[in-house]
């Protein structure tokens, strides 16, 4: 008996079924396709948002033929410069680590004009999880995208957050594991913020 439920909202059908795959045998599923549908029912244990979500307003958008070409070539260009510079400066490790970092921070403004050519944004799974936490506050909500950076992670944590997971990262048993992590780790963040209210109602009793 699953006994547990979670809901994951994603805009690809693809990564849906993945989740079923990777999930359905642990949890009760849910899976919304964003924006086509919306999240029904009576609340889940867990709610798993991927970050990069398309406006509700624009639907699935699509690349040009054009505009994939041209991106692909500029992913070749930077790929092919890889084996060139791990020959040229193999003795200088500086030397090496600041081209790389060059290399990866061109094929990050080619990620980001893809992100942004598809009409997604992380604002869309912050305000999402926003509208969740007002809506569900006793729930913890959990980010799973692929494109999520370092920085993504920081942002999303601070907004609140239980955890941010890159996708394909984890195989099914280290994903459940770290999904349970983040419900106890919740659940006990949530205890403590109780117990410290409790604690502010008693003190200013007190004075009265």
Same mark, same amino acid.
């Given at each position: 008996m699953k006994g547990r439920s979670l809901v994951f909202v994603d805009d690809d059908p693809e990564e849906l079924e993945s989740v079923r795959k990777l999930l359905g045998s642990k949890y009760d599923l849910q899976l919304v396709h964003w924006?086509?549908?919306?999240? *029904?029912?009576? =609340?889940?244990?867990?709610?798993?948002?991927?970050?990069?979500?398309? *406006?509700?307003?624009?639907?699935?958008?699509?690349m040009s033929s054009e505009a994939i070409r041209e991106q692909a070539d500029q992913v070749q260009r930077i790929a $092919?410069?890889?084996?060139?510079?791990? *020959?040229n400066h193999a003795h200088d490790g500086k030397r090496l680590l600041r081209e790389t970092m060059?290399?990866?921070s061109e094929l990050r403004k080619v990620l980001d004009?893809?992100?942004? $050519?598809?009409?997604?944004? =992380?604002?869309?799974?912050?305000?999402?999880?926003?509208?969740?936490? !007002?809506?569900?506050?006793?729930? =913890?909500?959990?980010?799973? *995208?692929?494109?999520?950076?370092?920085?993504?992670?920081?942002?999303?944590? !601070?907004?609140?957050?239980?955890?941010?997971?890159?996708?394909? $990262?984890l195989s099914s048993s280290q994903l459940i594991a770290r999904l349970e992590q983040a419900q106890r780790l919740y659940g006990t963040a949530k205890a403590l913020r109780l117990g410290r209210a409790g604690r502010n109602i008693n003190v200013t009793l007190s004075k009265v």
């Amino acid at each position: 008996m699953k006994g547990r439920s979670l809901v994951f909202v994603d805009d690809d059908p693809e990564e849906l079924e993945s989740v079923r795959k990777l999930l359905g045998s642990k949890y009760d599923l849910q899976l919304v396709h964003w924006p086509l549908q919306r999240i *029904s029912g009576r =609340p889940p244990d867990i709610f798993v948002l991927d970050l990069y979500l398309p *406006s509700a307003k624009m639907g699935e958008k699509q690349m040009s033929s054009e505009a994939i070409r041209e991106q692909a070539d500029q992913v070749q260009r930077i790929a $092919a410069n890889l084996p060139v510079l791990y *020959s040229n400066h193999a003795h200088d490790g500086k030397r090496l680590l600041r081209e790389t970092m060059t290399c990866l921070s061109e094929l990050r403004k080619v990620l980001d004009a893809q992100v942004k $050519a598809l009409g997604q944004s =992380p604002g869309n799974g912050l305000r999402l999880l926003a509208s969740l936490k !007002k809506r569900y506050p006793g729930v =913890p909500v959990v980010f799973y *995208s692929r494109k999520i950076t370092p920085e993504d992670v920081v942002t999303v944590l !601070k907004a609140g957050a239980a955890d941010a997971i890159r996708k394909r $990262a984890l195989s099914s048993s280290q994903l459940i594991a770290r999904l349970e992590q983040a419900q106890r780790l919740y659940g006990t963040a949530k205890a403590l913020r109780l117990g410290r209210a409790g604690r502010n109602i008693n003190v200013t009793l007190s004075k009265v």
